[in-house]
């Protein structure tokens, strides 16, 4: 037989070698590998819970809507000549609470307005008057004082005071400059812009309750979601509103505010 060459064995014997290496390891499995667990997740702060808007109080009965739109409130259903009644009713409030120097001039402007359209106002409340007498009869007084108590607490209400007083302050100086033949035409457009400043606090305060509701639904304990629930169905309101009452209703005995009729001037 032929002698095989050195460098052709020793290539064949390395080949057989890696054979019997490969059949070797190819039935064994290979060994486990430890994985670590993942971290623990990090623990996220829940957001602010929503706070009412202007320090108002956490549960305050808001007027609802009518069917026309407009908030159930004193200033529904009034006629033009009440109109003018109630803006100044609203005047009266601003000159009483609107103390901040900016709104100084309103108390002097109030009593301008009171003087200057002293034949005008009393006839309105004459005219008033007799409509709450022919509606109401020999109990007439009672309830128009309680609705004017009604009024007075509606303009006089904490969380929208600087709002009201930066428009009274800008109506009362138009109200003062005015013929009192314009007065009632005045006070029609006048009382809405007024009403707009509380109007504007009310839809705030309903997104407030609405974000609450949500934040306590994803982020309260069960004590908080039943304690929510109890004190959204017990909300009362706060000073204001007194909500209208039908024509006829029994209204409850109240003492209408002892309001001054001139007050003194802001220069005295």
């Given at each position: 037989?032929?002698?095989?060459?050195?460098?052709?064995?020793?290539?064949?014997?390395?080949?057989?070698?890696?054979?019997?290496?490969?059949?070797?390891?190819?039935?064994?499995?290979?060994?486990?590998?430890?994985?670590?667990?993942?971290?623990?997740?990090?623990?996220?702060?829940?957001?602010?819970?929503?706070?009412?808007?202007?320090?108002?109080?956490?549960?305050?009965?808001?007027?609802?809507?009518?069917?026309?739109?407009?908030?159930?409130?004193p200033m529904r259903d009034?006629?033009?000549?009440?109109?003018?009644?109630?803006?100044?009713?609203?005047?009266?409030?601003?000159?009483?609470?609107?103390?901040?120097?900016?709104?100084?001039?309103?108390?002097?402007?109030?009593?301008?307005?009171?003087?200057?359209?002293?034949?005008?106002?009393?006839?309105?409340?004459?005219?008033?008057?007799?409509?709450?007498?022919?509606?109401?009869?020999?109990?007439?007084?009672?309830?128009?004082?309680?609705?004017?108590?009604?009024?007075?607490?509606?303009?006089?209400?904490?969380?929208?005071?600087?709002?009201?007083?930066?428009?009274?302050?800008?109506?009362?100086?138009?109200a003062v400059a005015l013929?009192?033949?314009?007065?009632?035409?005045?006070?029609?457009?006048?009382?809405?812009?007024?009403?707009?400043?509380?109007?504007?606090?009310?839809?705030?305060?309903?997104?407030?309750?609405?974000?609450?509701?949500?934040?306590?639904?994803?982020?309260?304990?069960?004590?908080?979601?039943?304690?929510?629930?109890?004190?959204?169905?017990?909300?009362?309101?706060?000073?204001?509103?007194?909500?209208?009452?039908?024509?006829?209703?029994?209204?409850?005995?109240?003492?209408?505010?002892?309001?001054?009729?001139?007050?003194?001037?802001?220069?005295?």
């Amino acid at each position: 037989m032929a002698r095989m060459a050195p460098s052709r064995a020793l290539l064949l014997a390395v080949t057989v070698s890696l054979t019997t290496l490969i059949s070797a390891c190819g039935g064994a499995k290979p060994a486990p590998v430890a994985v670590a667990p993942p971290p623990p997740p990090v623990p996220v702060a829940p957001p602010r819970m929503p706070t009412p808007p202007s320090n108002a109080v956490t549960a305050m009965a808001i007027p609802g809507l009518r069917a026309d739109g407009l908030r159930d409130t004193p200033m529904r259903d009034i006629d033009d000549n009440e109109k003018l009644w109630y803006f100044r009713a609203a005047f009266n409030v601003a000159a009483l609470n609107c103390q901040n120097a900016e709104h100084f001039r309103i108390a002097d402007d109030y009593n301008q307005f009171l003087k200057t359209h002293k034949r005008e106002l009393d006839r309105i409340n004459r005219t008033v008057e007799e409509k709450y007498r022919k509606r109401y009869g020999t109990g007439y007084a009672r309830i128009r004082d309680t609705e004017n108590t009604q009024v007075y607490n509606f303009f006089a209400f904490p969380p929208v005071k600087s709002d009201f007083c930066n428009a009274a302050l800008i109506l009362g100086q138009e109200a003062v400059a005015l013929p009192s033949k314009d007065l009632v035409a005045f006070s029609v457009r006048a009382l809405p812009t007024l009403e707009g400043v509380f109007d504007r606090f009310y839809a705030s305060y309903e997104s407030y309750q609405s974000d609450l509701q949500k934040w306590i639904a994803l982020y309260g304990s069960p004590e908080m979601r039943a304690a929510q629930a109890a004190q959204m169905g017990q909300a009362q309101p706060a000073i204001q509103p007194a909500l209208n009452t039908a024509p006829g209703a029994a209204t409850p005995a109240s003492n209408p505010p002892v309001l001054p009729t001139i007050l003194p001037s802001s220069g005295d």
